[in-house]
């Protein structure tokens, strides 16, 4: 149902999510989460409802490191459990057209 497109503009990479049914466009550069404000990684693929990002264990655990106190309990949660070293960990986007 839906059409994900990498794509460069100057040097920078864009996206766009289509929809085939309603032809609805979506344009970003970025996603942002909302469980601690941060921002990870590109996306790589989307499902019929969900962007996938995979999020390096380094850079999470930086992150939380710098913003303790913004950080929701899940996301602690997730922070405690793992290390530098663990797979990266992929991150379900929902879309909301």
């Known amino acids: 149902n839906y059409l994900f ?3 460069k503009r100057s040097k920078s990479s864009s996206y766009k999510i289509l929809n085939k049914k309603t032809n609805q466009k979506l344009d970003f ?3 942002i989460n ?3 404000n941060g921002t990870f ?3 790589i693929a989307i499902t019929q409802k969900e962007i996938i990002i995979p999020l390096e264990s380094i ?3 930086r992150h939380f490191k710098k ?3 913004l950080a929701k309990a899940k996301f602690k949660e997730l922070c405690e459990s793992i290390k530098e070293d663990s797979n990266p960990i992929i991150m379900l986007c929902k ?3």
Do not use: E, R, V
Request: charge should be neutral.
């Open 5 to 7: 497109l990498k794509y």
């Open 29 to 31: 550069t970025n996603c």
């Open 34 to 36: 909302n469980i601690d």
């Open 41 to 43: 990684g590109n996306p």
């Open 59 to 61: 850079k999470i655990l």
């Open 67 to 69: 913003n303790t106190s």
């Open 95 to 97: 879309l909301d057209f």
